[in-house]
């Protein structure tokens, strides 16, 4: 579909699904009325709300002083301030009194069908507990971080609590990355422990992690140990002086079952996450323990209206925020039995999401449009295989979803029966700001509906004025809820440049989005120079820069073209130097190069070698003439006047059409 065919059905949808019957009396919000009148209470009295919600929600070693406050021109955030508490406390000591003491936490899945564990909230302590002491032991103190490259197997929620317990800063770097990814991380944040795995599956495929960090490793003088989890028992390369094994540190004898948790200020660190954004460098947003903690929680039990009997999938890596959000601190702070999965929505065959939801009886579920449509390809008989009565909630993240994927979910996956939650939030605000609470309201396919609680956002034209109904502008939030982003670890500069610079007194999004008559959003996707790959941001820069490292590129210009079931996908054109010419092998070459430097979710779709590029008389890229190009859209290329050399167009148009 093209892009602008994928707009226009937005454009038009106009179908209205009311919330179920069943299940609204016994939920959170259950009308329209209610959920408007905490959405205004909340404005009106933040404070109030906020420290409500954070006293329900967390167990405090000591309440706080201030509940919100924040200057966007500064910018300076803080909440609950003077607060003291653990977040590792709140997803596991405080559950071990009562009932949910001896209650699933996490059922993991693994890829063969075979590798089934289940860690009740007690085991989990004790094995979170023994954890940190081997932090302790190898001299890990508040405050150091500790770069965490591992699949999604138990072990990576174990050493991110503990972490957390002890104080320590994590930064989780998607095991899809390449070494030189994660080396550019670890640099970044100045880890002094690496904990990775000998390997991991993937579809049947062994993939070895430990030697993408060994590559890494190279260069991080920082790291001092590298503790490895033994997953698939792989033949592997072993530093004696640097290597440590999972297991036998763990079950060491010297390690007790009992690690006291450190009391942290509620604006003491909890996390950096790096992220993708309109420069070459992706930048490690950090968020803090007491406002995300409470944001998190907040925010799931209300969106998917999470009850102490319901089983919660989120499809996420960890390696995401998604996944630290929603897999990780939100559930687990609640008490809730979720569902971790090891593998790939479509292996061993395409029906195994449907297996897994009838097998373990999950009855809120969370993926992504990009898996949706994939699934979608292959056929309503799949879900139609399983039982799926026990759904009751189904939610979307990650990119805008299309109607068409939307009402297959709804129909095929939800069988009529659930509401689904379009969740649109980012790396950098911790949890959901736009998304339906789903026994209140009225869903419109494609639409992420209303601002939750707390939560207001406004739409701007690029002078800054407000849009008007149904007007396109660029989304931003006229004030601070407690999970956002507190800073960009070691650059300050760079925090209030991008999200605060644009507009003065609103934290800038990137996204661009309208309101329509009823004050829904409908969300538009990136303004800046950010692709979205299957719910992954890359930035345009990041990606040209891995393609210019190359010694036989001279320069590069990537845009992101729509796609089927990826949303985006990438499109580079690229200059040679002297002396290189263009080849099939040298395209494949450079795939490859640019896999290798950032990892497989960056791998061009489309390469095409290009004499020159448009561009401006002062040198910059016109990428809007690149994206048409890209597009096949060649008679609707605007004003090319304005070009250095128009001739280039020409080119790029005769270059496309042989390259498709
Ligand atoms: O463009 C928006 C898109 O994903 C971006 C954030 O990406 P990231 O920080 O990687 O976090 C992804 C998971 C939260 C946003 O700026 N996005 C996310 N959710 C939605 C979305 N676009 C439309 N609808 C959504 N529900």
């Known amino acids: 579909m093209s892009q602008t065919t994928k707009i226009e059905s937005v454009l038009k949808e106009q179908r209205v699904f009311y919330p179920p019957q069943a299940g609204r009396d016994e939920a959170y919000i ?18 109030g709300f906020w420290s409500e919600r954070a006293k329900e929600l967390v167990s405090w070693f000591r309440l706080w002083d201030r509940t919100c406050h924040w200057d966007f021109e500064k910018p300076e955030i803080r909440f609950f301030e003077g607060g003291k508490l653990n977040a590792c406390y709140n997803c596991l000591d405080r559950h071990l009194t009562g009932e949910t003491k001896n209650k699933a936490a996490i059922i993991w899945q693994g890829e063969p069908d075979e590798d089934v564990r289940v860690y009740t909230y007690q085991m989990l302590h004790r094995e979170v507990c023994r954890f940190a002491n081997v932090l302790k032991k190898l001299g890990i103190k508040k405050g150091d971080r500790v770069a965490i490259y591992l699949p999604m197997i138990p072990e990576l929620p174990v050493v991110m609590l503990a972490c957390a317990r002890i104080g320590a800063i994590h930064s989780v770097v998607f095991g899809g990355f390449s070494s030189e990814s994660l080396k550019t991380r670890i640099q970044d944040c100045e880890a002094r422990l690496l904990i990775t795995a000998d390997g991991c599956w993937r579809a049947g495929r062994k993939i070895e992690l430990k030697k993408n960090a060994d590559e890494a490793l190279k260069d991080c003088p920082t790291v001092e140990k590298c503790i490895v989890v033994k997953r698939l028992g792989l033949d592997i390369n072993w530093e004696p002086e640097r290597d440590i094994w999972y297991h036998e540190a763990i079950w060491a004898e010297d390690i007790k079952d009992w690690c006291e948790c450190e009391e942290m200020d509620a604006e003491d660190i909890l996390f950096i996450l790096y992220t993708s954004g309109s420069t070459g460098k992706p930048k490690g947003v950090f968020h803090t323990t007491g406002g995300y903690l409470v944001y998190t929680a907040h925010t799931l039990q209300w969106v998917f209206d999470l009850k102490a009997e319901d089983i919660f999938w989120c499809t996420a890596d960890i390696g995401w925020i998604t996944g630290h959000s929603y897999i990780v601190y939100g559930p687990l702070t609640l008490g809730a039995t979720e569902i971790m999965y090891e593998s790939v929505p479509t292996y061993p065959h395409p029906g195994r999401f449907w297996e897994l939801c009838e097998r373990y009886a999950v009855t809120l579920f969370y993926t992504a449009p990009t898996v949706i449509r994939a699934l979608m390809r292959e056929g309503d008989e799949w879900p139609h295989k399983y039982d799926l009565s026990s759904l009751r909630i189904l939610g979307t993240v990650g990119e805008p979803i299309n109607p068409e994927a939307w009402l297959w979910y709804y129909t095929h996956v939800g069988q009529g029966r659930c509401p689904i939650v379009d969740t649109w939030w980012q790396t950098e605000t911790g949890g959901f700001l736009i998304s339906p609470i789903p026994y209140a309201m009225p869903l419109k396919p494609g639409s992420a509906t209303l601002a939750l609680p707390g939560v207001e956002p406004v739409i701007l034209k690029d002078d800054g004025t407000p849009a008007g109904v149904n007007e396109g502008g660029h989304l931003c939030m006229a004030r601070a809820w407690p999970g956002m982003l507190r800073g960009v670890w070691g650059d300050p500069e760079r925090f209030k440049q991008i999200y605060f610079s644009r507009f003065k007194g609103y934290y800038y999004t990137g996204d661009g989005a309208r ?5 829904y959003f409908w969300i538009m996707g990136r303004l800046d120079d950010v692709i979205n790959v299957s719910g992954h941001r890359l930035g345009t820069m990041e990606l040209e820069s891995a393609l210019v490292a190359h010694p036989a590129v001279a320069e590069a210009a990537v845009i992101g073209v729509p796609h089927e079931v990826k949303g985006e996908t990438i499109y580079a ?20 190069h640019v896999r290798t430097v950032i990892g497989p979710i960056a791998t061009p779709e489309y390469l095409q070698f290009v004499s020159g590029l448009p561009k401006t008389r002062s040198g910059k890229i016109m990428r809007r003439i690149l994206r048409k190009i890209a597009t096949g859209q060649y008679e609707d290329l605007g004003d090319t006047s304005t070009l250095a050399d128009p001739a280039v167009v020409d080119e790029l148009i005769k270059g496309r059409k042989e390259l498709l």
């Open 30 to 47: 259950a009308t329209m009325h209610e959920y408007r009148e905490i959405y205004r209470y909340s404005l009106e009295d933040p404070d």
């Open 515 to 519: 309101q329509d008559e009823d004050g």
């Open 573 to 592: 054109f690229v200059i040679l130097k002297e002396g290189y010419e263009p080849s099939d092998e040298l395209r494949k070459e450079l795939v490859k």
